[in-house]
């Protein structure tokens, strides 16, 4: 079963690299560079059942657009990732979002993914 993942990542060698690994492990992937673009995203296309993000993006950061997104979507599930940190920064998450600390495996991702879309999508 296919689901929607919106992958939020401002790299593209990153971005391409988890398109693809992520489209290999059953998901479809609708893939942006921008926070902006993220949420014009979310609000256009109903059908996404997760987002993952990256939390350093030019402009808007992850946390910015993680809020934004749970305003539109309050039952969204939201990842975090980053090479930065090694933690999501405590009081700037919203509740119950896992973090992925880069690099990861494709595996580790899609255990992650599958984890908090529980049985929403």
């Given at each position: 079963?296919?689901?929607?993942l919106?992958?939020?990542?401002?790299?593209?060698l990153?971005?391409?690299?988890?398109?693809?690994?992520l489209?290999?492990?059953?998901f479809?992937?609708?893939?942006?560079?921008?926070?902006?673009?993220?949420?014009?995203?979310?609000a256009?296309?109903?059908?996404?059942?997760?987002?993952?993000?990256?939390?350093?993006?030019?402009?808007?950061?992850?946390?910015?657009?993680?809020?934004?997104?749970?305003?539109?979507?309050?039952?969204?599930?939201?990842?975090?990732?980053?090479g930065?940190?090694?933690?999501?920064?405590?009081?700037?998450?919203?509740?119950?979002?896992?973090?992925?600390?880069?690099?990861?495996?494709?595996a580790?991702?899609?255990?992650?993914?599958?984890?908090?879309?529980?049985?929403?999508?």
């Amino acid at each position: 079963m296919s689901r929607l993942l919106l992958l939020v990542e401002d790299d593209p060698l990153v971005r391409g690299t988890l398109v693809e690994g992520l489209a290999d492990a059953g998901f479809e992937v609708i893939e942006v560079e921008d926070a902006e673009t993220g949420l014009e995203m979310l609000a256009s296309r109903p059908d996404i059942c997760v987002l993952l993000t990256d939390i350093n993006l030019p402009g808007a950061d992850g946390f910015s657009l993680a809020y934004a997104a749970r305003m539109l979507r309050p039952d969204l599930p939201i990842v975090y990732t980053s090479g930065r940190h090694r933690q999501a920064e405590p009081g700037r998450a919203v509740p119950g979002a896992p973090f992925l600390p880069k690099p990861f495996t494709i595996a580790h991702a899609c255990t992650t993914l599958e984890g908090a879309i529980g049985r929403l999508c």
